[in-house]
Every structure is written in C-alpha cells, then in structure tokens.
Nanobody, 127 residues
Framework: QVQLVQSGGGLVQAGGSLSLLCEVS????????ISWFRRLPGKEEDFVAA????????YYDDSLKGRFTVAKDNAENTVTLQLDNLKPGDTALYYC????????????????????WGQGTQVTVSP
C-alpha cells in the first residue's frame, strides 16, 4: 500500500513551464513504479509518463516526449513531472499513480493496472 500526495500545478501562459510533485509514502513505497496520467476536459485519463522506482527507466507518451520530463528522488521519496513549452491543449487534471509489476510501456499505459492514485492537480495553460 502507498499514499500519493500531489502538489504543484497552476496557471501558466503558453510556452511556460510548471513542475508537478508526487510524494510517495506508506509501507509499499520502493516496490511500486510511479506514473503520471492526465484527464483533459471531457476525456478519460491518458498516460503521460512513468518511471521505475528501482531502475529509473522512464517511459513517455510519444506525443509528449521532449516537452515533459519525469524524474525521481529516492532520498525524498518524490517523483516530479517537469512540464516545458506548455500549450493550451495541455490544460488538464494531472494525476500520479502507483503500479506494481510493470516492465514495459504497454503495461504502464493501462490505467486499470493502477491501484493507488494521487488527488490530482490542475494545470491550466492560457493562450
């Protein structure tokens, strides 16, 4: 079991940057990999990025790779999602989530594989 608490996000102009933080705690931390999803207005959650907690291997949605960067700090038990060159189409509710047992992108991309979710944080990008 893990608990995920998110912070960061907010309002930014197009071309700007934001950083999202996911703090991981609980008896299961260290055994779960952490991913980010986002829910665009009127849509289901879509996979954004993932990072292996032990391996540090990263996975990205191809359309976001190069603008978004996921990283972890094992000492602080946190995972960050750095959002650069933001566009109005990136406006969404962003969630971090924990998954166990994935080793390839097709597994990380399926939201049904995730048992624990953060509370979500809003990112709004103005034109």
């Amino acid at each position: 079991q893990v608990q995920l608490v998110q912070s960061g996000g907010g309002l930014v102009q197009a071309g700007g940057s934001l950083s999202l933080l996911c703090e991981v705690s609980g008896p299961g931390y260290g055994y779960f990999d952490i991913s980010w999803f986002r829910r665009l207005p009127g849509k289901e959650e879509d996979f954004v990025a993932a990072i292996g907690w032990k391996s540090g291997t990263t996975y990205y949605d191809d359309s976001l790779k190069g603008r978004f960067t996921v990283a972890k700090d094992n000492a602080e038990n946190t995972v960050t999602l750095q959002l650069d060159n933001l566009k109005p189409g990136d406006t969404a509710l962003y969630y971090c989530a924990a998954v166990y047992g994935c080793s390839e992108s097709s597994c990380y991309e399926k939201r049904r594989n995730y048992s624990w979710w953060g509370q979500g944080t809003q990112v709004t990008v103005s034109p």
